[in-house]
Structures are given as structure tokens and as C-alpha cells.
């Protein structure tokens, strides 16, 4: 009897622990590690729905040197999607993307990743 309690108390305390993840990348464009025309954007879609205070895309080229001012829109339609409007005509290089991403439940996930412009 004591053992079926311990066992649906335990199951009754990590049924009602909440599920937190992180909002990570499953779609990037332009793709890390690609070499592309000059976009006219960076794309992303996360995993998890996303705060859109708290998440960024940054694109900086190979002097640290930010390519937009913009800051990055979350798409009214799907709050897992994320896109950073870029100027016309940026110059070949490397690039850096930096995002951060808070998911709604409030955890922050902070990356990069290179792409290169032919």
C-alpha cells in the first residue's frame, strides 16, 4: 500500500512540473555555413512560440561592424518565426548572425552562425 501512495505521489509531482524548453532553430535563411547572393532578409523558425521582446537577430559583418539597424519582426501570423530586414546591396564577406531567442516561457537561448556573401 505504502509504495502504490510513493508511486502516484511521485507521478502526481512530475505530472504537474511544467514542460520548460528552449526556443531553438529549425529553419535558417540564408543556412549557416551557405554562400549566397545578398539577401534581403535573415529568416528563422523556432521551435517553441517566442517572446518577441526578448528576441533578436543581429547580422554583423567580419569587422563586428552591425549590417542593419532594424530590429528583428515576429511574424503576427506565427510567433515561431522570425525575420530581420536587411539593407540592399551588402558588400561580399563573411557574415555573422547572433539571434536570441526567449520562448514564452521565459527561457533565453543565446547563438551564431556564419554565412558568407559571393
Given at each position: 500500500m505504502f509504495k502504490r501512495t510513493l508511486i502516484a505521489?511521485?507521478?502526481?509531482?512530475?505530472?504537474?512540473?511544467?514542460?520548460?524548453?528552449?526556443?531553438?532553430?529549425?529553419a535558417m535563411t540564408p543556412a549557416p555555413d551557405s554562400t549566397v547572393s545578398a539577401p534581403t532578409e535573415i529568416s528563422m523558425t523556432f521551435s517553441e512560440e517566442l517572446e518577441p521582446?526578448?528576441?533578436?537577430?543581429?547580422?554583423?559583418?567580419?569587422?563586428?561592424?552591425?549590417?542593419?539597424?532594424e530590429a528583428a519582426v515576429l511574424d503576427p501570423k506565427d510567433a515561431k518565426h522570425l525575420t530581420l530586414h536587411l539593407p540592399k546591396g551588402i558588400p561580399a564577406g563573411v557574415y555573422t548572425v547572433q539571434w536570441t531567442s526567449s520562448a514564452t516561457d521565459g527561457h533565453k537561448l543565446s547563438r551564431s552562425y556564419n554565412f558568407t556573401i559571393k
Open positions: 505521489f511521485a507521478t502526481l509531482v512530475l505530472a504537474t512540473i511544467p514542460a520548460f524548453a528552449h526556443a531553438v532553430p529549425k521582446k526578448f528576441s533578436v537577430i543581429k547580422l554583423v559583418d567580419s569587422t563586428g561592424a552591425v549590417v542593419s539597424k
